[in-house]
């Protein structure tokens, strides 16, 4: 049974830091694409940043790159998000998801966490 488990989410002043982390059970990170969405209340599901398999690549939606890495610990089986100079707008709930293919398509990916909140405070 695959189990992911978000932590690391918390209330923070805007400009200010968090890293997020994704841990792993039942499914090999490294062999899997992994992806970091959010939703904000009201608002859709969106697709904030995912890091590939085997041969790990990166890809970010526009409004975070620059400020938000993602990176993965194969030891430990967890991917994290780094997220720097946070605004108000960052303020959601975050999940993590796992999947097959490199897609910022929620569709794309069949096992997710339960989430963990971040509000930006300005």
């Known amino acids: 049974q695959v189990q992911l488990v978000e932590s690391g989410g918390g209330l923070v002043q805007a400009g200010g830091f968090l890293r997020l982390s994704c841990a792993a059970s039942g499914r090999t990170v490294s062999y899997y694409n992994v992806g970091w969405f959010r939703q904000a209340p009201g608002n859709e599901r969106e697709f904030v940043a995912g890091?590939?398999?085997?041969?790990?690549?990166?890809y970010y939606t526009d409004s975070v790159k620059g400020r938000f890495t993602i990176s993965r610990d194969n030891a430990k089986n967890t991917v994290y998000l780094q997220m720097r100079n946070l605004k108000s707008e960052d303020t959601a709930v975050y999940y993590c998801?796992?999947?097959?293919?490199?897609?910022?398509?929620?569709?794309?990916?069949?096992?997710w966490g339960q989430g963990t909140q971040v509000t930006v405070s300005s």
């Open positions: 890091i590939t398999g085997t041969f790990p690549d990166t």
């Open positions: 998801a796992t999947g097959t293919s490199a897609s910022r398509n929620i569709n794309e990916y069949d096992y």
